[in-house]
C-alpha cells in the first residue's frame, strides 16, 4: 500500500569490508591498534533491531626491511 516502506535485502553469513590504510613513510615498526566503529542494524525477514554500533580493535603491523 502507499505508506508501506520500500522492501530490503536481507543478507546472512559473513559480511568482509576492505579498507585500505596507509602508514606514514616514517612510522616505527612495531604492531599498533586501529580503532573502527561500524553502524549495523540487524532485521530478519519481520522486523529489525535497534540500530546498533560495533567499535573493533584491529592489530595493525608495520615491518620494516
Known sequence: SA???APR???S???EIRVPI???ADAAA???V???TVAVQPCSDRACDAPAAITLAIPVTIARP
Open 22 to 24: 596507509a602508514a606514514a
Open 3 to 5: 505508506g508501506d516502506p
Open 9 to 11: 535485502s536481507i543478507y
Open 13 to 15: 553469513g559473513i559480511a
Open 30 to 32: 612495531g604492531t599498533y
Open 34 to 36: 586501529v580503532s573502527a
